[in-house]
Structures are given as C-alpha cells and as structure tokens.
C-alpha cells in the first residue's frame, strides 16, 4: 500500500495520472494501511514525513529552497511582515487545509496539517471516520493550536479558520486564540496579480510551480464521496481525498518559497 500511494499521488503532481474514475473502477481497500495511520478511539490520525509520499531527494530540495530564501529574506525590506516571520522561522508554522461536507455549516472531516524543521517535512491528515468523530477531530485541532506560532493556509481566513471556529462552537467547544495567520491566497493576489487568469491553488501549482494535477479528485465532488464513505465503508475514493489534500499541502510549501524568490513567468519558469 506504501508503494501504490506513493505512486499515485507522484502521477497526480507530475500529470501522469488517467483522469478521475469512480469507486466502481477501483479496488477497495483498507485505511489501516495507510503509511502511519494511528486508529484512536476518537479520530484517525495519519502522520508521515514527505519523503514517504515523494522522495527524500525532493523533500531535500524543498528544505534546501526554504533554506536558502529565508538567509535572502534577512536582506530584504520589501516583504510583508507575516511573510518575514514564516521564511525566518519556518519550524513556528502550521500549514492547514480542511476539506468539509460542503460550504458554510456542514462538517470538517479532514484536517490536513504540515510542519516543517531543518530536516524534515511531516504531514499529519486528521480524518473523521463517520460524523460522530468531528468532535475528536476539532480537539486535536485545538492541541494543534496551542503548539503553534503561526498558521499558513490558502484561503484560510475567509474559508477554513472560521468553519473551524463556527465547528467548535457548534460543538460547545472552547474556541481557542489563533496565533498569527498567514493567508498565502492574499500575497498571492499581490505578487501575481494579471499574471494569470486567477490566483486559484492548482493554477499557481501549473504556472509558478510547474505541476499540473492529472487523475485528481475535483473538489466539488469531495463532499459526496465521504459521503458514500460513511454510508458504506468503501474506502477507494476516500483515498483520492487524502492524495488531494496531501498535495494542497505540498503546494502551500511551494508557494511560500516562491513568494520571496525572483520573479516567475507562465509554467515555472523565472523571468
């Protein structure tokens, strides 16, 4: 299962994959063996460091860059605070993306989280089984919090923070105090603004990153395959959310080095 889940999420980056399939032209498969699944009584957590999903040699790469625009950022005056303090102290950080049952109001039963150190990348995918577990999802969040000195999301402050927030109070939950966001989505907008024809994730991933997504889940079609997931037990397109969610992660690493970096033009290529 390690293999085939590398795999398919290197052909849904790299645009090698065979263009999205329903569940009934997949094998089924088990959660448990998924790389570093932990089954708790509450919530499934899934934990791995990058190099399990790609390569050590990419995850390298990607501490490298980080590495080498966070010495450049201490020569310049143009950034934006927020920016600053993420390349400066990139370990603070926690990158998330939640993936929910629709628009504002329904559930969060995926929390995708992503750190990073000197000498690794981790992600952690909190996973809600069935929609009782929402509430065990949401208290790990608020543990997440409370170790964090910085979030980093795509659309976060205007999507996932407050349908988190609204969650938790749904829930009876104390809300907890965010530390600083910072909302890549926004300094996107400024850096590349007419560059593109817009600043959606998957767009800067082709044109800034140079990957373009093949075989990927559409996202309207998320909240209907957990859906048939709670209904049935069936996990095979299940495991396309969590490549989706794993490589939005991936992609907010990506974007942020590129915020500081040179210029870039229409499919990664610098000006």
């Not at 102290?89 to 998330?96: G, M, Q, V």
């Not at 109001?105 to 996973?127: A, C, I, K, P, W």
């Not at 409370?146 to 939950?173: E, T």
């Not at 990957?211 to 209907?224: C, K, L, M, N, V």
């Amino acid at each position: 299962m390690r293999d085939e889940f590398k795999e398919r999420l290197g052909q849904i980056a790299q645009g090698r994959g065979t263009g999205w399939r329903s569940h009934r032209e997949r094998p089924i498969v088990s959660l448990d063996e998924l790389p570093g699944s932990v089954r708790t009584d509450g919530v499934l957590i899934v934990e791995r460091s990058l190099s399990e999903l790609i390569s050590m040699g990419e995850q390298q790469k990607l501490l490298a860059r980080l590495k080498k625009v966070s010495e450049a950022a201490a020569n310049r005056d143009d950034l934006h605070d927020d920016v600053r303090s993420l390349v400066s102290t990139p370990d603070r950080a926690l990158f998330f993306d939640t993936e929910t049952t629709g628009l504002g109001g329904n559930m969060v039963f995926m929390l995708g989280t992503m750190r990073v150190s000197d000498t690794e990348v981790r992600l952690v995918q909190v996973f809600a089984r069935d929609y009782r577990e929402e509430k065990a999802l949401l208290e790990v969040w608020s543990e997440m919090l409370g170790a964090s000195g910085m979030l980093v999301s795509f659309n976060g402050k205007s999507f996932d923070a407050p349908v988190l927030r609204d969650r938790l109070a749904l829930h009876g939950m104390v809300v907890p105090e965010e530390p600083p966001h910072l909302d890549l989505l926004h300094h996107a907008r400024r850096r590349w603004k007419g560059a593109f024809s817009d600043c959606r994730l998957q767009t800067l991933e082709w044109q800034i990153c140079g990957r373009r997504r093949s075989g990927d889940i559409p996202g309207a079609e998320i909240p209907g395959v957990y859906h048939h997931f709670v209904r049935t037990g069936e996990t095979a397109d299940i495991l396309s959310v969590f490549h989706h969610n794993a490589l939005d992660l991936i992609t907010l690493a990506d974007i942020a080095v590129e915020l500081i970096g040179p210029a870039a033009g229409p499919r990664g290529r610098r000006a």
